[in-house]
């Protein structure tokens, strides 16, 4: 893909080494399709090797820190270059075969063997904050990142596109990296095996029954993604077939059929998302077969799952991330807490015990009416969850005199809103736990939390082996 700009790249400031100052690269001249020979320094936040050309920053998918590197540039601006690597003059000792096809995206450091994935999500975290420079960053004690035993099968969903080859075939996988064409994958070692025989053999029973696949260029047919969840507590799985049209021929012989062979599937539904969109899924989902939900365990606690409902992809992560988030907190029984960006509740319900009174919000409605569900069907007493944006109400219900005396955030990618960060500065809860899912944003964040308190450690815990995605739990102490 040609980038005009780096895609993820640390917002705002360019993503150059230190010391180099910002237009001493700009007359560093190549062209696409030149040749050269790169040292690596380090790996960037989208897991690409990163080294320099005449001190101008060249990214390297694939290629990893120590190696030197014949390349091909594929694209270029003033700040940087972008290269292929054509040929290894030096490996290095960390590199690993990896299983899964790297014609598709997803698994970009399959190829660095896991304990140095660790250590590069505990380096990640670093570089952001020498980046911001929040007061203090350098003594911000990072801890080493909290890995998986076994770091393949973890993904609790498949989501993935069908479309009809030219020589008749089903494919179900994903696109090929910066192309339309669909891979239909033999290994993707990530996914719960559950969710891929899942989709595996929806794909052939939808082929034996001849039920037209999705077309989009001609934006004909009918079936254009699978959508297969498994609970890791109970094993069931759920299926969403999304669909072009509102109706799906030979409906009652294709459940018959996926009852028969596929008896962990206990809940099917259709999604109906007519046209070409980039989105995935429509706005009307209807139950088919089987269970509403299927219900995930986490702490004791039973979650119901509707198709749309969030959850976190990794539960056995999922458990660590919480249990870090719980002993970050350290509550005592009697404090008001809120559950910011709560999702359907997980979080807010699994601390339900050992806390006094929660209140939680979420801007989609949908997640909230579950969220308040599960706070019933899991008989606890203390728990609200409002829709709403954080940063409208828990200024709000502290101006209202509700005062939180613990609060647990967990935003998107985004990181906090302005209006959120001053109200944490003016109200500044006693105990205060930050779950981020991007160093970037985390540590422009930290900018302004430490005004008010200081960090005591970050703990990054590997949501997504094989992948360059972070996430990690901050605990603060108020000063
Ligand atoms: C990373 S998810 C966390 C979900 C949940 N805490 C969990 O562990 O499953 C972030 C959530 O924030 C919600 N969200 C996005 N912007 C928000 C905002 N401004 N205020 C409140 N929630 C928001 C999203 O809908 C999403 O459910």
Redesign the pocket.
């Known amino acids: 893909m040609a980038y005009n700009k780096r895609p993820n790249q640390f917002p705002k400031k360019t993503h150059v080494s230190r010391g180099t100052k910002k237009n001493d690269n700009n007359n560093v001249q190549v062209k696409i399709g030149d040749k050269l020979l790169i040292t690596i320094k380090r790996l960037g936040i989208n897991g690409e090797g990163i080294g320099y050309y005449k001190r101008k920053i060249t990214f390297i998918p694939g290629a990893l820190p120590g190696e030197v590197v014949d390349v091909k540039v594929t694209n270029f601006t003033e700040k940087f270059i972008e290269a292929e690597i054509r040929k290894f003059k030096q490996k290095s000792p960390d590199r690993v075969t990896p299983t899964d096809s790297q014609e598709v995206g997803g698994v970009e450091l399959a190829h660095l063997a896991y304990p140095k994935q660790l250590e590069f999500k505990q380096d990640i975290i670093r570089q952001a904050l020498e980046k911001y420079k929040p007061k203090g960053y350098d003594s911000i004690n990072i801890k080493p990142t909290i890995g998986m035993d076994n770091p393949t099968k973890y993904r609790n969903k498949a989501q993935f596109p069908i479309r009809q080859m030219k020589d008749g075939s089903i494919s179900v996988g994903m696109y090929r990296r910066n192309s339309h064409f669909l891979v239909d994958l033999p290994v993707v070692s990530t996914q719960h095996p559950a969710t891929l025989e899942t989709v595996r053999t929806v794909r052939n029973i939808l082929q034996k029954l001849a039920i037209p696949i999705y077309d989009e260029k001609k934006e004909t047919g009918v079936i254009k993604t699978l959508v297969a969840r498994v609970s890791e507590s109970t094993g069931d799985v759920q299926l969403t077939l999304v669909t072009n049209t509102p109706t799906i021929p030979d409906l009652s012989q294709l459940i018959t059929q996926i009852h028969a062979e596929l008896p962990h599937v206990v809940s099917i539904h259709q999604n109906f998302n007519p046209g070409d969109t980039s989105l995935i899924w429509g706005d009307k989902t209807t139950h088919l077969w089987g269970e509403d939900y299927i219900t995930e365990m986490i702490d004791g606690k039973t979650f119901k799952l509707s198709p749309r409902a969030?959850?976190?992809l990794n539960p056995k992560q999922?458990k660590r991330?919480?249990a870090e988030a719980r002993m970050a907190l350290d509550l005592h029984h009697a404090e008001k807490l809120i559950?910011?960006?709560?999702?359907?509740?997980?979080?807010g319900i699994s601390l339900a015990d050992a806390a006094g009174e929660i209140r939680g919000?979420?801007?989609?409605p949908e997640?909230i009416a579950d969220a308040n569900q599960n706070v019933i069907d899991n008989h606890v007493t203390n728990a609200k969850y409002f829709v709403?944006?954080?940063?409208?109400?828990v200024p709000q219900w502290a101006a209202a005199g509700w005062q939180a005396d613990a609060l647990i955030v967990?935003?998107?990618?985004?990181g906090l809103?302005d209006n959120?960060r001053q109200t944490i500065l003016a109200h500044a809860p006693e105990k205060f736990v930050y779950?981020s899912?991007n160093e970037s944003t985390l540590a422009r964040d930290l900018v302004d939390l430490v005004k008010v308190y200081h960090v005591d450690y970050i703990q990054p815990i590997d949501m997504f082996p094989q992948t360059a995605r972070w996430e990690g739990v901050v605990k603060f102490t108020k000063k």
Do not use: H, K, N, W
Not at 361 to 364: E, K, P, R
Not at 388 to 393: I, R
């Open positions: 969030f959850l976190q999922t991330l919480y559950d910011a960006y709560s999702g359907v509740g997980t979080i919000m979420d801007t989609v997640a709403g944006a954080a940063e409208d109400l967990d935003p998107p990618r985004t809103d959120l779950i899912c």
